[in-house]
């Protein structure tokens, strides 16, 4: 990603994706079946994520900045491209009965493009793509790692000799949206993918106590496959997903359970 001191210069924001690149999240089983019962991708305001360390907005190194108000206008949502990883199962299964789903890039943009499509009901389809391709409302993309120093640093370059109120203007309209697509290096194994709606100009939450944008989908869709969390029992597995799949007509073909805990015996000569 590079940033531009002109606020007129949009950020730019490499990806390594494609339509077809697959993204995956862990959720507890009860946020899955909220999903697929009522038909909607959820986007937190990232002032309200649990981990201030998953957001610079919030890191130390940035708290000595004047104003960070803005932060409360920003909803994202986190993916990862590591399809199996014990950290990750670790970090977020913490009752060894969550899943991880499956969708593609292709299945976000198609929530946003819905989103944006009922804000803007009056513009066509391509104009709602243009819509999306300014970074100043949309954004998504690889997550990028940097040292704690070298944010700070480039925190600290990117502001430069501004006074206080074009600091404030320029965090609030390059430097969040810029730094939300960057963590410290010792995230690196999450692999992170990361999708942002900008509301500014409070026009898709009119009401600061909203804390969350939702992304009409089609959940069985969206969803392409649905693992259980390596740790579970059979027992409960079995019943489980048995149960996914009769109460919401799922192939059972697309629930599984994670095998990164099945033993591989390997036979010596």
């Given at each position: 990603?590079?940033?531009?001191?002109?606020?007129?210069?949009?950020?730019?924001?490499?990806?390594?994706?494609?339509?077809?690149?697959?993204?995956?999240?862990?959720?507890?089983?009860?946020?899955?079946?909220?999903?697929?019962?009522?038909?909607?991708?959820?986007?937190?305001?990232?002032s309200k994520w649990v981990d201030r360390f998953e957001s610079p907005i919030d890191r130390a190194c940035i708290e000595n900045i004047s104003n960070t108000e803005g932060k409360d206008e920003y909803f994202a949502s986190c993916?990862?491209?590591?399809?199996?990883?014990?950290?990750?199962?670790?970090?977020?299964?913490?009752?060894?009965?969550?899943?991880?789903?499956?969708?593609?890039?292709?299945?976000?943009?198609?929530?946003?493009?819905?989103?944006?499509?009922?804000?803007?009901?009056?513009?066509?389809?391509?104009?709602?793509?243009?819509?999306?391709?300014?970074?100043?409302?949309?954004?998504?993309?690889?997550?990028?790692?940097?040292?704690?120093?070298?944010?700070?640093?480039?925190?600290?370059?990117?502001?430069?000799?501004?006074?206080?109120?074009?600091?404030?203007?320029?965090?609030?309209?390059?430097?969040?949206?810029?730094?939300?697509?960057?963590?410290?290096?010792?995230?690196?194994?999450?692999?992170?993918v990361r999708v942002a709606i900008f509301d500014t100009s409070n026009k898709f939450t009119p009401h600061k106590k909203i804390d969350s944008i939702y992304l009409e989908i089609d959940a069985k869709q969206f969803i392409k496959?649905?693992?259980?969390?390596?740790?579970?029992?059979?027992?409960?597995?079995?019943?489980?997903?048995?149960?996914?799949?009769?109460?919401?007509?799922?192939?059972?073909?697309?629930?599984?359970?994670?095998?990164?805990?099945?033993?591989?015996?390997?036979?010596?000569?």
């Open positions: 990603m590079q940033t531009s001191n002109n606020l007129d210069e949009p950020i730019t924001i490499e990806k390594d994706l494609n339509d077809e690149t697959p993204l995956y999240r862990i959720l507890p089983l009860k946020y899955l079946i909220k999903m697929i019962e009522d038909n909607k991708f959820t986007l937190i305001k990232v993916f990862t491209k590591s399809p199996e990883s014990e950290a990750m199962w670790k970090l977020y299964s913490t009752d060894n009965i969550s899943v991880r789903i499956t969708t593609t890039v292709k299945d976000v943009l198609n929530a946003a493009k819905g989103f944006f499509s009922a804000e803007y009901p009056y513009l066509k389809e391509s104009d709602i793509l243009k819509v999306m391709s300014n970074p100043d409302l949309f954004i998504y993309g690889d997550v990028q790692y940097m040292s704690r120093e070298g944010i700070q640093n480039q925190i600290k370059s990117d502001l430069g000799n501004k006074g206080d109120d074009e600091n404030t203007a320029y965090l609030r309209e390059k430097l969040i949206p810029y730094y939300l697509l960057t963590k410290q290096e010792c995230y690196r194994y999450e692999e992170e496959e649905i693992v259980f969390d390596p740790e579970i029992s059979e027992e409960l597995y079995e019943r489980l997903s048995l149960s996914l799949a009769e109460k919401f007509q799922i192939e059972s073909s697309k629930i599984s359970k994670s095998s990164l805990k099945s033993i591989t015996y390997f036979e010596i000569h």
